[in-house]
């Protein structure tokens, strides 16, 4: 067996190809370019036999490098960094880190210790891509919860009718309709019960809307405390900046739901996540990007419900 560890960075990787023994056969830094992944490949073949196996040890589970050394047939384990961090530290004392030494160390480590590590998992393309949908839709959710937060702290301190009219829904078509036409306390209480009604439905609400203008214009005209014209002017960019910001993201996570169900639902195990009690479409493309549809991945019940 050849064992090689390959330091990834964004613009060059270092590779140490070593023998069963320990003893390290070449070292190289390599650009990440076709023509540093070519240098790579060239390094292993000058010291690989016929038939004989390659086993490589990298920090990250995917990509175009893991790709290339997939196809190339090797054996590839992704070695969680912080498992890397302590193998290193039972090889020296110094806590002195670099990249040519790490690239030894993820080599020493598949030599000795790959029984303890999984290799990357064989999932198909489309698992791989309901994997990478699922997690940019979670990550865009994520990241319209924060411009959400932001703007419930700003409103607190400026505008409290606004948080009375939309409470905790401050990502709807309401709240962002309505506050994007009245930014402050002043431009809300001068919304007339009409025009506030136009903002629902240019924002999409298509029913009890002569109701819901008249919730929220009451909420807006009374009586509340105020803070000092120009921190309320101030206040007022941020939140038309927030509520344009939201609306991006409400629209991009809708983009990104459609693209999500149409890979999932072309899978062949889709059907069968969907039929575990709980799970929808968006919950299960997650549980089965993230569970990839490699038969062999898990040792067991247990391991998987790990």
Request: aromatic share 4%; proline share 4%.
């Amino acid at each position: 067996m050849l064992f090689v560890g390959v330091d990834w960075a964004e613009d060059h990787h270092d590779v140490c190809v070593m023998d069963q023994d320990g003893a390290v056969l070449g070292k190289r830094r390599v650009p990440d370019s076709v023509a540093g992944i070519g240098e790579l490949h060239g390094l292993i073949a000058d010291h690989v036999h016929d038939d004989e196996a390659v086993v490589v040890g990298i920090e990250i589970d995917r990509g175009l490098v893991v790709w290339s050394l997939l196809e190339s047939g090797y054996e590839v384990y992704a070695i969680n960094p912080m498992a890397s961090a302590r193998y290193r530290d039972r090889h020296s004392t110094s806590g002195a880190k670099s990249d040519p030494g790490d690239a030894k160390v993820l080599a020493d480590l598949v030599r000795t210790d790959r029984h303890n590590h999984r290799p990357i998992a064989g999932d198909s393309d489309l698992a791989e891509g309901v994997k990478l949908l699922a997690r940019a839709h979670q990550n865009a959710i994520w990241g319209r919860q924060r411009q959400v937060n932001a703007l419930r702290s700003s409103l607190r301190e400026y505008y409290p009718g606004a948080l009375v009219a939309f409470g905790t829904e401050l990502a709807s078509t309401d709240a962002l309709a309505v506050l994007a036409i009245a930014p402050t306390p002043e431009l809300g209480r001068a919304l007339s019960r009409s025009k506030i009604a136009s903002a629902l439905r240019k924002g999409g609400r298509q029913r009890n809307i002569e109701r819901r203008a008249e919730e929220i214009q009451s909420a807006l005209r009374a009586e509340q405390l105020e803070a000092p014209e120009l921190i309320t002017r101030a206040h007022g960019v941020i939140t038309r900046s927030a509520t344009a910001l939201i609306s991006t993201f409400n629209t991009e996570i809708a983009e990104l739901e459609a693209a999500l169900s149409e890979h999932f639902e072309q899978h062949p195990d889709a059907k069968v996540v969907l039929s575990l009690p709980g799970l929808g479409t968006v919950l299960g493309a997650r549980v089965l990007g993230e569970f990839g549809d490699d038969r062999t991945r898990f040792s067991g019940p247990k391991s998987r419900k790990n």
